[in-house]
C-alpha cells in the first residue's frame, strides 16, 4: 500500500509544477505586468530598464519563473498590481473568512446528503424517493445566485429580518449574534448549492448496491430489510461517499465565489472576481495555482482515504 | 422507442419539461419575427407592472421586458448550443485520437486533460476569459475550449473497448487509414455517448454562461442574456423581483429539461438502464 501512495505522490508532483509553468507563461504573456504597472510612459528607457532590473525582469525567462517559484514555496506570493498590496497578507485575511462560511455547510450538505440518498435509495420509486430525486433533479437546476436573490427579497427586503451584506455590521465587529444574523443566508444558499449533487451521488450508489447479488442472497436468507440496509448496504455505499471528502478539498477556497460576491461576504470570491475585472493578474494566477494544487492535494487524498478504508484496494497495491 | 414512451408516461415532469423546452426554443428561434424590439426605450413606462401591452412589464429605461427576455434566450441558447458543438468537437476528436492511437500520444493527450481537469472550472474560464476581449464569441469559445475534458475522458474509454472489436481490426488489417477508421467505424459506434453528453454539456454550457455574465464577465451590454438580465434586476430586486423571477425560472426549466432529456436519451440508446430502472 506505501507503494502505492507513493506512486500517487510522485505522479502527482509534475502536475503541479506543470500548472505553475502554464500560470508563469500566462502571466508572461498577459497583456498587461507588473512592469507596466511600476512605470509610467514619462519615465526615460533608463530609468525602465534600473526598475526592471531591480525586480529582476532583466533576467533570462527560465531563472525568473525559478524566482516567481522559490517565493511561492516560502510563502512570497508577489504584490497585487493594483492596490499593491501583498497578496499574501490579504489571502491570510480572506482565505479564513470563506473558511468558516464553506466549510459546516459543506459538512452540513454532506451528512443531509448522506441520510436522504440512503433514504431514497432505499425507498425506490415510493414517495419519499420521488420527493427526494426531484428536488435533487430540480436543485442542479437552480443556479446558485438567483437562490441567493430570492433569499435576499424574502428575508432582507420584504421581511426585513436578516441583513445581507457583509460579514458584520459596522461598529459591531466583535458581536457574535450579528455574525449569525449575517452567516444565515449565505450559509443556506451554500447547503442548497452542495446539496442536491451528492444527493444524487449517494442515491446511486445506493441503488447499485442494491441490485448487488449479496442483497438478493441475504433476503433469500430471510433477513430484515432493515438489517440488510445497516449491516451491509452502508457500508458498502460510505465508501465511495467517504473518499468524496477529499475531493471537496479545493471547494474550501473556490467554493463559494459566487456566493460571496452576492452577499459581499468578504473572503476570497469578491477578491477574485475584483482582480479579474481590474485585470491584477498576479492575484489571479496565485488563486489558479492555489486552486489547483488543492484539486491535485485532494484527488490524492481521497485516492489514500479508498486505499486505507478499501481492503480490496489495500491488497492489489 | 418503446421504453422511451414508457418511461415519459410514467414521469409527467419529463413530458411538461420537453414542451416547456420546445415553446422555448421556438421562441427563440421566431423572435426576430415577433412584434417586439428588445432595445426600444419608452422613457415614459418606465418600471410597469406586467400588463396586456408588455407581458412582463418594463425595465428601468422603459424596454419592454418580455422582448428582452426572449431575446436572452436567444443568446442564453445560442452560447450554449455553440460551446456544446465547440466542446463535443474537441472531446471527441481528442478522446477517439487518444483512445485509438495509444502510446505516446495518449499519454500526452490524457496528461493535457488531468491538467486542464485539476483547474476549478469556475477559475479556468474566468481566467481565459481576461485574455479576449468580452463579448459573445469569446464567452463561447472560453465555455467550448475548456469543457470538453470530461467527454473526451468517456469517449475513451469507449474508443479502447471498440478497438478490439472484429470490424475494427479487420479494417486496420486491410489498410484503411486511421482517419478513416476513426470517422467511419469508431465515431458512429460512440455516437450514442456523445448524444448523451451533448445534453449534460448544453445545460452545464447554459449554466456556465449564466454565471459568468452575472458575475459581469460575460455577455455585455447591449447584448443581453438570461444571466445578465439577472444581474440588471439585482439593483431593481426591491420594487420590481418579478424582473429577478422570470429570467432564473426560464434558466431552471431550460437546464432540468435538458438534464430530463439526457436521461430519456439515455433510455433510448441503451436499454439496459431501463430494465434496471424498472424493477
Given amino acids: ?317 | 422507442m418503446d421504453s422511451v414512451i414508457l418511461v415519459l408516461k410514467h414521469d409527467k415532469a419529463a413530458v411538461l419539461s420537453l414542451i416547456l423546452l420546445g415553446i422555448i426554443i421556438l421562441f427563440a428561434l421566431i423572435a426576430p419575427l415577433l412584434p417586439v424590439d428588445p432595445n426600444a426605450t419608452d422613457v415614459i413606462n418606465r418600471l410597469k407592472s406586467p400588463s396586456l401591452t408588455h407581458l412582463f412589464g418594463t425595465d428601468e429605461v422603459g424596454r419592454d421586458y418580455f422582448a428582452r427576455v426572449i431575446y436572452g434566450g436567444r443568446v442564453s441558447l445560442l452560447v450554449g448550443f455553440l460551446a456544446m458543438l465547440t466542446s463535443l468537437t474537441i472531446g471527441v476528436a481528442v478522446g477517439t485520437i487518444s483512445g485509438f492511437c495509444g502510446g505516446i500520444i495518449d499519454a500526452i493527450l490524457m496528461r493535457i486533460v488531468d491538467v486542464l481537469h485539476s483547474i476549478p472550472w469556475m477559475i479556468l474560464v474566468t481566467v481565459v476569459s481576461i485574455f479576449l476581449k468580452p463579448g459573445l464569441k469569446s464567452i463561447i469559445l472560453v465555455i467550448g475550449l475548456f469543457t470538453w475534458m470530461e467527454i473526451a475522458r468517456l469517449v475513451r474509454a469507449e474508443t479502447l473497448s471498440l478497438k478490439e472489436r472484429e470490424f475494427v481490426l479487420y479494417a486496420k488489417f486491410s489498410g484503411v487509414g486511421v482517419l478513416t477508421i476513426i470517422l467511419r467505424h469508431i465515431i458512429p459506434a460512440v455516437f450514442p455517448t456523445i448524444i448523451v453528453s451533448a445534453t449534460t454539456s448544453m445545460a452545464n454550457a447554459i449554466m456556465t454562461e449564466s454565471s459568468l455574465s452575472f458575475l459581469g464577465v460575460g455577455i455585455q451590454q447591449p447584448m443581453s442574456s438570461w444571466g445578465s438580465l439577472l444581474q440588471d434586476a439585482q439593483g431593481t430586486m426591491q420594487n420590481n423581483f418579478f424582473m429577478a423571477l422570470i429570467p432564473g425560472l426560464l434558466i431552471i426549466i431550460t437546464i432540468f429539461s435538458f438534464n430530463k432529456l439526457g436521461n430519456l436519451l439515455r433510455v433510448y440508446v441503451e436499454p439496459k438502464v431501463m430494465n434496471d430502472e424498472k424493477e
Fill in chain 1, 1 to 317: 500500500m506505501a507503494k502505492y501512495i507513493l506512486k500517487r505522490i510522485l505522479t502527482a508532483i509534475p502536475m503541479v509544477l506543470f500548472i505553475t509553468i502554464l500560470c508563469f507563461t500566462l502571466m508572461h504573456f498577459s497583456p498587461y505586468d507588473a512592469i507596466d504597472a511600476m512605470t509610467n510612459p514619462r519615465m526615460s528607457q533608463e530609468t525602465i530598464d534600473l526598475i526592471k532590473a531591480k525586480y529582476g525582469y532583466d533576467q533570462p525567462l527560465y531563472i525568473q519563473y525559478f524566482r516567481w517559484l522559490d517565493g511561492l514555496m516560502n510563502g512570497n506570493y508577489g504584490y497585487s498590481i493594483v492596490t499593491k498590496q501583498s497578496i499574501a497578507a490579504d489571502l491570510s485575511v480572506r482565505i479564513p473568512n470563506t473558511f468558516k462560511l464553506v466549510l459546516p455547510a459543506y459538512i452540513t450538505a454532506y451528512f443531509l446528503a448522506v441520510v436522504l440518498g440512503l433514504l431514497a435509495g432505499s425507498h425506490k420509486n415510493r414517495t419519499a424517493d420521488k420527493l427526494i430525486d426531484g428536488f435533487s433533479s430540480v436543485g442542479i437546476a437552480v443556479p446558485s445566485f438567483w437562490f441567493s436573490m430570492l433569499l435576499i427579497f424574502v428575508f432582507g427586503y420584504k421581511l426585513k429580518l436578516l441583513p445581507f451584506v457583509g460579514m458584520n455590521s459596522v461598529g459591531m465587529e466583535a458581536s457574535v449574534a450579528d455574525f449569525m444574523r449575517h452567516y444565515i443566508m449565505p450559509f443556506t444558499t451554500l447547503v442548497f448549492t452542495f446539496l442536491p449533487a451528492n444527493i444524487k451521488f449517494v442515491r446511486s450508489s445506493t441503488l447499485t448496491q442494491f441490485s448487488e447479488d449479496y442483497v438478493l442472497v441475504q433476503q433469500a436468507f430471510g433477513a430484515s430489510k432493515r438489517e440488510i440496509m445497516f449491516k451491509h448496504v452502508c457500508k458498502n455505499v460510505l465508501l465511495p461517499v467517504v473518499t468524496r471528502l477529499g475531493m471537496a478539498l479545493p471547494l474550501l477556497v473556490t467554493g463559494a465565489i459566487i456566493t460571496e460576491t452576492v452577499f459581499g461576504w468578504p473572503g476570497v470570491g469578491p477578491y477574485f472576481i475584483k482582480a479579474i475585472q481590474g485585470l491584477d493578474y498576479p492575484i489571479v494566477m496565485i488563486i489558479l495555482v492555489l486552486s489547483s494544487t488543492l484539486v491535485i492535494l485532494g484527488n490524492l487524498l481521497s485516492d489514500i482515504l479508498y486505499c486505507l478504508i478499501d481492503p480490496r484496494i489495500r491488497e492489489m497495491g
